[in-house]
């Protein structure tokens, strides 16, 4: 392994060090809440909200019915979006965890000075943004992504278990259906394509970081505002407002990265289940993650993104530390 | 003798103020050199300035490179301790010897352990969790640890007690210093160091105020204490500096021959401090 490797390879374990919580410990936790809230009820409730000829789903006769009536697309399709549902909230949980990391990557050794420290090593600045940025797009989400396959699996015993003690059979209602490969699949598409996605994102707000003397949250927060502000002084014309702009630019965004799927069952009453199911469908559908890919607005923000970037690059060069 | 650090002409402005304003110097290998002046003199903007932390105008070459574009190149010759919170709060003693070991290539961790041994701090220790003094004996044992030819120590004992304060400048002259490195130390207890020194750099108001070896301040600074009887005859020799002790005046003489010294009374070596307090405070304090 050469120097270089070497060093980019405990940059990225630095992070790990100082982000243990957030990004190991933090997926460990929403993977336990999630199998606390099955067992509490309000998780089986949401994902087996069947009535089944006017029966509630979890009771032993219902579970008998849906044996026997309910078609195994359907509950292939149910077993998705479950998998796909209680999945959504470990990538949210993760979009606000990188969303402070980011903040915080290049501004809180500069409160601490211990930037001299770092600064004292031979590593470079683009060394320095380089594993912040690395460790936003992939490894992070790839920690999250290992403590969501090990929850789900978890998940899919539990809710086994809780159809059992209901008298159902958890082979013929859950197990025989759970295959977790495309729903993983299709969440790590979604990961993939989010980290471009979300790249104007991130990098605005390590940007930010980089750049802030202090309260590094207003300045990343506090510009677009200010500009939406300004620009309602100045007045806006019929068909032109850069605030809104900018401000659909990055809300689209967000939304992506609270939810990079969407689950497309709907499972709320018995006319759901009437429909008819025809061919293989899965709840979320990886074409329309992949669709964004061949979108100019995608490949727009990289760019911004990347810009942003170089200047988080450029500032934590040239920002002088010096306090007197 | 190889030349460490070159500086001509060396500036930095800051808004309204030049901090460094035109400054020559050099720093030799092998020499243990203090850089010395009041707050706000420019000490650490002329540190900053060699560690490639602040751009600058002038000439300035750091074992041949150029500090600001070169930096993370110089810092495998280099390292470098500030005062001793610079250290993160949150690391582990493992972490920070698994990464100077991962990032430095000049690194020896047999050295650093052994250096760590003879501590009390604990491998799984955080930062947050160990004395100042440990902080300092760990920062120093990280950074002893590693094959450098300069180490710029900036206030590098600043709040720390007496016996770690001793303890940490007779490691550095025991277990580190050699003829092939350079150290260059800034601090504000000029007492404790001056026996280690061998070159001293003053600076004020962003300028050179001096800039010699030791050898050369006994050669051309002496102190003489006059009794009141010779003092008119003293003065007209135009000391530097002047304070009465003990019933006689110490008067401090710049190029004055030892012969023509011995004739006013006893003949001293001037301290660091005298000569300091004597060139900074220009003239009677």
Redesign the interface.
Known sequence: MN?QT??F???I??EL??HRGGFVYTPLIVGAALIVMLLMGAGSAWFWQLKIDGAEAMTEGALKLAETKVPAEQIKLGVQAFLFGTGLVWQAVMFFVLFFYCIGALYD?RR??????W???????L?TVASKVVTVLFVAPLLMMTAMMVGHLLLLVVAGVLIASHGGSPTALLWNHANPFPVWGTLLAAQAVNALFLLPHHGWLLMAGAFARGKPFLWAVLPPVLLAVVESFVGFTANFSLSKIVFEFFARRAAAGVAPVTINADFGDERSFSAGLSGTRYAADLSQVLDRLSTADLWIGVAIGLTFIAAAVWLRR?R???T? | MDTVISARGLSKRYKDKMALDGCDFSVASGRIVGLIGPNGAGKTTAIKAILGLTPYEGELDVLGLDPFSRRHQLMQQVCFIADVAILPRWLRVSEAIDYVEGVHPRFDRARCERFLAATEIKRKSRVRELSKGMVAQLHLALVMAIDARLLVLDEPTLGLDILYRRRFYEQLLNDYFDQTRTILITTHQVEEIEHLLTDLLFIKSGKIALSASMDEVAARYCQVLVGQDRLEAARALKPIAERRMLGKSALLFDGLTPEQAREFGEVHQVGVADLFVAIMGGGVA
Request: proline residues 3%; aromatic residues 10%; hydrophobic residues 25%.
């Open positions: 120097q070497r060093t390879l405990t940059l374990k630095r060090w100082e050794d601490d000075r211990s930037v001299l420290f600064k004292s090593m031979p590593v470079s600045d060394e040239y002088d530390e010096s007197n």
